[in-house]
């Protein structure tokens, strides 16, 4: 015979609380809070390793003298430390630069390291080709510069690289700007002209005029014309060319002689300095000014050495450029298309179709928006314009395309295709959520239906069609697939000059996220560019992080507004 044994009261209490617990959805509480808090720290974590990297990219960090025990020497900066977790033996890697010699990173095992030193006359610098040299200042030859070389090392290499920049500026800046103004004359005016009289000459032929027509001679003697002013613009082009080198060679024959750790010399013209410094004779306050400078380098000025060093300039104005022109491409018309499915369009099948098309869209790979804006945008209207405004310049033996090839302009609205259908459905959904009570009222005190719409329901919904436009915005910005066939370069200059239309939505340009795939995965020096990656990356997100609050500044500003309208 079995007993069962009766359960006590506080068995009793214990299950009763469990089941609560499980009732109550303590569990999935717990779940979600914890997949929040590891979501957060995810993104905390990526904001901080690129932060961290992004910042430091540009601080003079110490010059070593590393004494080897081999009788090596190094002059190098430490990058990292490594131990190995079975042997406990330590590795450094060192940046020794100097690429003409040899790799620019070196790894040494911390047990052959015999001495460190800080020298302080030791140079970085900075260089318009092969990045940076690590040596020490020999001596200065000078032959054809006027300089006065006194102070310590660094001034006096900064003086006579200000001197060589000088007489650059001075005496090739003009030759340069004459070479521009001649190369513009001869492709905008003159080849120009010539294109649309060969052009003009074919159509009569083809249309059975004979050479000896007053027309057809006419057109041929402009073209003789043509063709002499041509020759005279390229001989003179080619004076300056000429002029330019001379003196070019005159500048370039100033060097400075350094040496490096190993004893070898190395010349380096002035003009190919950007700047040196020593770094472990820098004070912080020189340190601190040293940083700014570089900064404002990096956001001011130029790429050079293939976007390996140097600035950003081009590449945030074709981002910021970029999203603009996005922007003023699809928020207008998606703002119409929510309006419409929200307000006008009736319940059926043809409207349940077009809202699943729309979700669907918004799911599909950016690199087929890519293609289609390659096809589309590119092929048919940029060839159709082209046929319409320039047809002497597409003809079978001519191709030479305005608006038939890859521009910010076809990019722009590629984007703004691939980020339409975030902006309809946020616009459709801000103005479902508005009460029908507020319709009505809007009604009865005898508005219309389009009254209603402009002064009741656009302000109310506006905060969530910026919420909308804040999504596609930042989307748009990061996206780098359909803009590598649709008018992306890696190096590009700034569209925008000081000729009408002034900006130039018919020419290529850069971007910042491909600016990063290029140096990270296309250079053949991956490694030394992880600064350049870092920081770029950090710019990037200071772009979209600008973008969009300003947006969402404007938003809270609509929402506080309507806010006594909604209720």
């Not at 040196?276 to 340190?287: D, H, L, V």
């Not at 009741?456 to 905060?463: E, I, K, N, Y």
Request: one cysteine or more; proline letters at 5%.
């Amino acid at each position: 015979m079995v007993s069962s044994k009766a359960p006590t009261p506080e068995t009793s209490a214990r299950s009763g609380r469990a089941m609560q617990f499980w009732r109550r959805g303590e569990p999935f509480v717990w779940a979600s809070g914890g997949a929040l808090t590891m979501a957060l720290s995810l993104a905390v974590a990526m904001l901080l390793v690129v932060v961290f990297n992004g910042a430091l990219v540009f601080w003079p960090w110490p010059l070593m003298e590393v004494h080897l025990d081999d009788g090596r020497r190094l002059l190098a900066i430490e990058v990292d430390r490594q131990s190995d977790p079975h042997t406990n033996q330590q590795r450094i890697k060192y940046k020794v630069a100097n690429k003409e010699f040899g790799p620019d990173f070196l790894w040494v095992d911390a047990e052959r390291v015999t001495e460190v030193s800080y020298p302080p006359d030791a140079f970085v610098l900075e260089r318009m080709a092969f990045l940076n040299y690590h040596g020490y200042l020999k001596q200065f030859v000078t032959p054809t510069l006027d300089v006065a070389l006194e102070g310590s090392p660094v001034e006096q290499l900064a003086s006579a690289i200000a001197a060589a920049q000088r007489r650059m500026k001075t005496e090739i800046e003009p030759i340069l700007s004459a070479q521009g103004i001649l190369e513009r004359r001869l492709k905008q005016q003159v080849e120009a002209q010539m294109l649309k009289v060969k052009y003009q000459r074919r159509k009569l032929i083809a249309a059975g005029a004979t050479p000896e027509q007053e027309d057809v001679v006419l057109l041929n003697q402009r073209l003789q014309q043509l063709e002499a002013e041509r020759k005279e613009l390229l001989a003179q082009s080619d004076r300056l060319s000429a002029e330019r080198q001379r003196l070019e060679s005159d500048i370039r024959s100033n060097v400075a002689v350094f040496v490096d750790s190993a004893g070898r010399e190395k010349s380096m013209s002035l003009v190919d300095i950007v700047r040196g410094y020593c770094p472990n004779s820098m004070t912080i306050g020189a340190k601190l000014r040293f940083y700014v400078v570089k900064v404002w380098e990096l956001i001011w000025t130029d790429p050079r050495e293939s976007n390996q060093d140097g600035g950003l300039f081009p590449a945030i104005f074709g981002t910021v450029l970029m999203v603009m022109l996005m922007a003023i491409a699809c928020f207008p018309l998606g703002v119409l298309a929510g309006i419409f499915l929200g307000e006008y369009a009736r319940e059926g099948v043809v409207v349940r179709t077009v809202r699943i098309a729309v979700a669907n869209l918004a799911g599909i790979p950016s690199i087929v928006y890519g293609i289609f804006g390659l096809g589309f945008f590119v092929y048919v209207v940029g060839g159709s314009l082209d046929r319409w405004l320039y047809p002497e310049r597409v003809t079978a033996d001519i191709q030479q395309p305005v608006f038939g090839q890859g521009c910010i302009l076809w990019a722009s609205l590629t984007l703004g295709l691939l980020t339409i259908p975030v902006v309809i459905v946020a616009t459709e959904e801000a103005i479902r959520t508005i009460p029908q009570s507020i319709r009505e009222g809007s009604y009865a005190l005898g508005a219309t239906k389009f009254q209603t719409l402009c002064r009741v329901l656009l302000p109310m919904s506006s905060p969530g069609i910026m919420t909308g436009f804040i999504l596609a915005m930042a989307r748009a910005a990061g996206e780098v697939a359909p803009l590598m066939i649709t008018g992306m370069l890696k190096s590009a200059p700034v569209p925008v000059s000081t000729q009408f239309p002034f900006i130039h939505l018919e020419r290529k340009f850069m971007h910042l996220g491909y600016h990063i795939l290029d140096i990270s995965c296309k250079s053949p020096n991956v490694e030394a560019n992880q600064p350049m990656i870092y920081a770029t990356t950090l710019l990037l997100l200071v772009i979209v992080l600008s973008l969009c609050s300003t947006a969402i500044y404007l938003r809270n500003r609509m929402r506080k507004r309507y806010q006594l309208r909604a209720i």
